[in-house]
């Protein structure tokens, strides 16, 4: 396309020149310049650039972009009612937590994971033991807080005895589990 519009230009030129100071003899035809018709369906196809068509090299094919990694699950989260209780033997006054054995409660004298616990605000917290905390029942419990966990995650006195909380299974182990126990 460009090459004809450049050919059609020196055209105009040489017949306005020969014009002006005669052809003598000189044939000016399509056929002695060398024009040929395109078909008009070229013009609509993608103009390449000329580095491209020029240097294959260039013209290199593009790695397809990889697949998407799918992103993890989100951790699982439970809302419901917490207790408090004094505490776990070995750990004294320290913030700890017992799970429902469902949510990964269980006892080993030693910790078995942890668990995000939100109510006023969050905290990350150790579970060392488990408990019954009703589960299965109208008044089920997700979580039984020590008495230093409580002040961790509420402004609420212990006396109130229960308050709403959300608890996250942060922690991949009790999350797996969790997930496993619950899978349809």
Do not use: F
Not at 33 to 51: C, F, H, I, K, N
Not at 81 to 102: K, M, R
Not at 105 to 110: K, M, R
């Amino acid at each position: 396309m460009i090459r004809l519009a450049a050919l059609c230009a020196a055209l105009v030129v040489v017949v306005v020149t020969s014009t002006a100071i005669g052809l003598n003899g000189i044939d000016l035809s399509k056929a002695a310049l060398g024009v040929r018709r395109q078909p008009l369906e070229l013009a609509s196809q993608p103009m390449t650039t000329p580095d491209a068509t020029a240097d294959p090299a260039l013209a290199a094919p593009v790695e397809p972009a990889p697949a998407a990694t799918p992103l993890p699950p989100p951790d699982p989260a439970v809302a419901g009612i917490a207790s408090n209780y004094p505490g776990t033997a070995g750990y004294g006054s320290q913030a700890v937590v017992a799970l429902p054995g469902a949510l990964g409660g269980a006892y080993t004298g030693e910790v078995v994971g942890h668990v995000t616990v939100c109510a006023d605000r969050c905290a990350r917290l150790p579970v060392v033991d488990w408990c019954q905390c009703y589960w299965g029942t109208s008044d089920q419990r997700i979580v039984d807080l020590s008495h230093a966990a409580w002040g961790v995650v509420s402004n609420q006195p212990l006396s109130r005895g229960l308050i709403e909380v959300r608890v996250i299974l942060d922690d991949p182990v009790l999350a797996r589990e969790y997930r496993e126990a619950t899978a349809g």
